[in-house]
Nanobody, 123 residues
Framework: QVQLVESGGGLVQAGGSLRLSCAAS????????MGWFRQAPGKEREFVGA????????YYADSVKGRFTISRDNAKNTVYLQMDSLKPEDTAVYYC????????????????WGQGTQVTVSS
């Protein structure tokens, strides 16, 4: 069982930065692949990026590639989403999720989800 709690969301101007954190409970956090997803009002859930548990390899959606960076600190049971050069279209509730095997952008394979944190980017 893994419990996830996101933090770090807020209001930022276009071009600014935010860093989201996802704190996980559970002794086997280091064995989970972690993903970030987002959902804007009236839109479907969208994959943002993911990080593997084994080698820290990352995979990003084209819409955020080069602007967002995912990292993890297994000693702190935390995964991060560094968001730079934010755009108004990045406005959404951001969720972290955990999967017991590499799941990439397939949200259906993530068994555990946080409650989400709101990110609002003003123009």
């Amino acid at each position: 069982q893994v419990q996830l709690v996101e933090s770090g969301g807020g209001l930022v101007q276009a071009g600014g930065s935010l860093r989201l954190s996802c704190a996980a409970s559970g002794r086997t956090f280091s064995r989970y692949a972690m993903g970030w997803f987002r959902q804007a009002p009236g839109k479907e859930r969208e994959f943002v990026g993911a990080i593997s548990w084994s080698d820290g390899g990352t995979y990003y959606a084209d819409s955020v590639k080069g602007r967002f960076t995912i990292s993890r600190d297994n000693a702190k049971n935390t995964v991060y989403l560094q968001m730079d050069s934010l755009k108004p279209e990045d406005t959404a509730v951001y969720y972290c999720a955990a999967a017991q095997s590499w799941s990439g952008s397939n949200w259906g394979k993530y068994a555990y989800w946080g409650q989400g944190t709101q990110v609002t980017v003003s123009s």
